[in-house]
């Protein structure tokens, strides 16, 4: 028996040279009501709103800070850091770096590298200007398809942003990563609560339920 659509959800119009991975996501994107709130708001991408409900909770992000923002292609999250510090207005700055090039974002400095070249840690230092008040991290590693491998890539990326969060951040300053769930990053928290007074791990509603996906907070660096 064919399953009916549901009712009030758009249908792909054509699954031509798609495979069904692809037609599945494509359907989901479609559907996605933070895929169209995205739209409607003017930001890049659905993630923004990961952003903007973790920090409607924690009120992280205020006028004037120095923000970090690690793997920002395509700009969701440069965005709203810039909007809650107010970086169009001068009283703050936002400093983003991805592999992927993007277009220019309103109080965004951008530059495209790769955070894991060694001469990245230099060239951020040079442009940060001085230390930062917290370090944003979106990051996601190439996926290969087997999940333990996934999961340890992506870790291993967040212990390398964190432990530059540590070399740049100022006293109280906070670190914001995108995690995997897998058993392995409970040592990645260890290691922060050495370091930051609070560490968390948040899943906002935008993130969607049944992925593996978190984000670990660490809040009150203690420099």
Not at 33 to 41: E, F, N, T
Request: charged share 30%.
């Amino acid at each position: 028996m064919t399953k009916k659509p549901e009712r009030g959800r758009t249908r792909l119009k054509t699954a031509k040279g798609r495979t069904t991975s692809q037609q599945i996501w494509l359907q989901r994107q479609i559907n996605d009501p933070y895929v169209k709130k995205a739209k409607s708001a003017g930001y890049r991408s659905r993630a923004a709103f990961k952003l903007i409900e973790i920090d409607d909770k924690y009120r992280l992000l205020k006028p004037g800070m120095k923000v970090l923002d690690l793997g920002a292609a395509p700009g969701g999250w440069s965005q709203v850091a810039a909007e809650r510090i107010q970086a169009v207005k001068s009283k703050g700055r936002v400093v983003a770096i991805d592999i992927l090039d993007i277009e220019p974002v309103a109080g965004v400095e951008f530059a495209q590298m790769d955070f894991l070249d060694e001469d990245a840690p230099e060239k951020l230092r040079k442009m940060l200007k001085g230390p930062a008040d917290a370090v944003i991290c979106d990051m996601a590693a190439n996926a290969t398809g087997h999940r333990r491998t996934d999961h340890l890539k992506i870790v291993a990326l967040v212990e390398a942003a964190a432990e530059f969060a540590r070399e740049v951040l100022s006293p109280n300053g906070f670190f914001l990563a995108k995690v995997i769930q897998g058993g392995t990053e409970a040592i990645l928290l260890a290691n922060l609560k050495r370091d930051f007074v609070s560490v968390k791990h948040v899943k906002p509603p935008a993130s969607r339920t049944g992925s593996s996906e978190l984000y670990v907070l660490a809040t009150g660096f203690r420099g």
